[in-house]
Nanobody, 123 residues
Framework: DVQLQASGGGLVQTGGSLRLSCAAS????????IGWFRQAPGKEREGVLC????????YYQDSMKGRFTISINNAKNTVYLQMNSLKPEDTAVYYC????????????????WGKGTQVTVSS
């Protein structure tokens, strides 16, 4: 049974950093891709970053390159999203999601979701 739990959100000023954690259980990272997605109020959910055993990291948006990175700690069954140089437009609820084998093209391809964590960036 795939279970995901995101944590680490909070309030940060523009230019600040946060590290989100996604604690995973019930599956192997060899068989599943883990992605971070976000949803701002009134907007559609969108992809942030994803990692899988085949292609490594996949950025869903160029604006996140150089600011966000994704990593896996296999010993802790945890996927991290390091977010630096945060901007007010990064404010959203951040979710981690699991997809079989490879990173999905969009959030539509996610098989299992964890509860989100709120990230608020003040200007």
């Amino acid at each position: 049974d795939v279970q995901l739990q995101a944590s680490g959100g909070g309030l940060v000023q523009t230019g600040g950093s946060l590290r989100l954690s996604c604690a995973a259980s019930g599956f192997s990272f060899d068989d599943y891709a883990i992605g971070w997605f976000r949803q701002a109020p009134g907007k559609e959910r969108e992809g942030v970053l994803c990692i899988d055993d085949t292609d490594g990291s996949t950025y869903y948006q160029d604006s996140m390159k150089g600011r966000f990175t994704i990593s896996i700690n296999n010993a802790k069954n945890t996927v991290y999203l390091q977010m630096n140089s945060l901007k007010p437009e990064d404010t959203a609820v951040y979710y981690c999601g699991a997809a079989a084998i490879m990173c999905p093209a969009s959030y539509w391809g996610v098989d299992d979701w964890g509860k989100g964590t709120q990230v608020t960036v003040s200007s």
